[in-house]
């Protein structure tokens, strides 16, 4: 399991599949929407989704994710990333904390 070969299991609050989530993946938000549910979230702007697809950042949109962080690093390119509703493009994975300090911590 991919999971397992990257460690996922003790670093994740919640791990949600499309299987989790009425079985409908990205873009539709039901993934996104089916964490906050289970993680308690107040309110969906509080969230931020970080993908390397435009399904990804469509979905996250639609969830109402006010943080929708783009990595540059996967198969699609800066403007096909930014069409699709990112509002931040990362480098890779590492520059997220940073990117949530300063949106939630710092703000």
Known sequence: HDLDA???WRRADLIV?????SGRGRPRPDMILTAALRLGVDD???MAVCDDT???????????ASIRAALTTGPHDAPTLTAAG???LLPGLAALP??????????
């Open 86 to 88: 990112a509002t931040h």
């Open 98 to 107: 940073a990117l949530l300090r300063t949106a939630y911590v710092d703000a």
């Open 54 to 64: 435009p399904a990804g950042i469509t979905s996250g949109r639609a969830a109402g």
């Open 17 to 21: 599949t499309p299987e989790d989530a």
């Open 6 to 8: 990257l460690d996922w």
């Open 44 to 46: 969906v702007r509080d």
